[in-house]
C-alpha cells in the first residue's frame, strides 16, 4: 500500500507539499496539485483515516446498545450498520439486559465514553436508560429507538398503538363483532390500540390477561386460553395477540374443535418467524425493524455532519404493516 512517503519519492516533493496537496489545505500551486493528484491515482494511495481521525481527536465509529439480542434488533443492527458503512465509518454494538438496564448499561458506559464514538444510538426503552441519554446527547449525538416517543431526544419508534387499531378496524370490515385482545409481555402500547378501536365501533371490551415472558409458558397459555374461550356461552369471534401466543391459540382453538377463521379469526403480532408456518398461516402485523434502523442513523449521521446541529430534537413515528395470511 503507497505511503506519503512513496507519493513525494515519485514526483520529487516535499512530504509536507504533498500532504498539502491532498488535504487541498495550505498554499499548492495548481501544477503542483495535478501532479500529487495524478501520481496518488497511479500508485493507489489512500490515506489512513484511523491515524487522521487520532490527529484530530475524532472518531469515525459510532455505538449501537441494545437490551436484548432478539432477531428484530438484529435486522435493526444491520440496516444501521449499512447506514454507517455508506457514511464511512465503522459500528460497535454492545448489549444490555432487559431485566437489569441500570446495572449492565452502567458498566458499558465508561467503557463506551472511552471508545469517543462519534454518535450513539440506544435500542431501550428503561426509565434509567432514556434518562443517561438525555444527560449523554449533551456531548455527543444520541439517538433512542424506543416503544414510546420521548420529547427531548431524538427518537425513532414502532407505532404499535396505530398497528393494533388498524388490526381492529381490519376484523371488523371481515365482519368480526366480538374482538378480543390477548396481553402479553409489553403489551401496553398494543392494548391502548384495540381500546381505541373498539369504543370507536361500539365494540366489547374483552381483555383477557396473559403478560407472561417465557416464550414456552406464553404458548401454554395460549392453548389454555383458546380451549378456555371455547366454552364461553358467547365467544369471541377475533382475538389478537402476540405471534407467539397465537401458536398456542391455534393449536388450543384446534383440540377444542374450532375453526380458524370459519369460527374465529386470530390476528398476531411482530411477523416472526415462526407466523407463516403455523396451521392455518398467520394474519399478522409485521415491524418494520430495518427502516426503524435507516432512520435512526439517518437522523444521528444529520447530527454528526451538523446538518441538524441547531432544530430541537424530533420524535418519528414509524408505521406497522398487515401481513394478510390465512387465520384472519
Request: with cysteine; net charge positive; aromatic share 8%.
Amino acid at each position: 500500500m503507497a505511503t506519503l512517503k512513496d507519493i513525494a519519492m515519485a514526483t520529487g516533493l516535499s512530504m509536507n507539499t504533498v500532504s498539502r496537496a491532498i488535504r487541498g489545505s495550505g498554499y499548492v500551486s495548481s501544477r503542483t496539485a495535478e501532479l500529487v493528484r495524478k501520481t496518488v491515482k497511479e500508485l493507489d494511495y489512500h490515506p489512513n483515516r484511523a491515524a487522521q481521525d487520532l490527529r484530530r481527536r475524532r472518531s469515525r465509529q459510532i455505538t449501537v446498545v441494545a437490551e436484548s439480542y432478539d432477531y428484530l434488533h438484529i435486522e435493526k443492527l444491520a440496516a444501521i450498520k449499512e447506514y454507517a458503512a455508506k457514511c464511512g465509518y465503522t459500528m460497535g454494538v454492545h448489549f444490555t439486559s432487559e431485566d437489569y438496564p441500570q446495572s449492565t448499561f452502567s458498566a458499558l458506559l465508561p467503557d463506551i465514553l472511552e471508545q469517543n464514538p462519534a454518535g450513539l444510538i440506544l435500542i431501550a426503552s428503561s426509565p434509567f436508560i432514556i434518562g443517561k441519554a438525555r444527560e449523554l446527547r449533551k456531548k455527543l449525538p444520541c439517538v433512542m429507538i424506543t416503544f414510546n416517543g420521548v420529547p427531548d431526544i431524538d427518537c425513532v419508534y414502532i407505532d404499535r398503538t396505530g398497528g393494533v387499531y388498524d388490526a381492529v378496524h381490519y376484523l371488523y370490515k371481515k365482519g368480526r363483532r366480538r374482538i378480543a385482545f390477548c396481553e402479553t409481555f409489553r403489551s401496553k402500547n398494543r392494548l391502548l390500540g384495540y381500546q381505541r378501536a373498539v369504543r370507536e365501533l361500539g365494540l366489547p371490551e374483552l381483555i383477557l390477561s396473559g403478560t407472561m415472558k417465557s416464550l414456552p409458558e406464553i404458548r401454554r397459555e395460549g392453548a389454555r386460553i383458546a380451549k378456555e374461550l371455547a366454552a364461553w356461552e358467547n365467544p369471541p369471534d377475533a382475538v389478537q395477540t402476540s405471534d407467539y401466543m397465537a401458536s398456542g391459540l391455534l393449536a388450543g382453538f384446534a383440540e377444542a374443535g374450532i375453526r380458524v377463521p370459519e369460527d374465529v379469526s386470530v390476528l398476531g403480532f411482530d411477523d416472526r418467524e415462526l407466523a407463516g408456518m403455523l396451521n392455518p398461516p398467520l394474519t399478522t402485523l409485521a415491524q418494520p425493524s430495518a427502516k426503524v434502523g435507516r432512520i435512526s442513523a439517518r437522523m444521528l449521521f444529520e447530527r454528526i455532519s451538523g446538518e441538524r446541529k441547531e432544530t430541537e430534537p424530533e420524535n418519528i413515528p414509524v408505521p406497522m404493516r398487515l401481513v394478510i395470511r390465512d387465520s384472519a
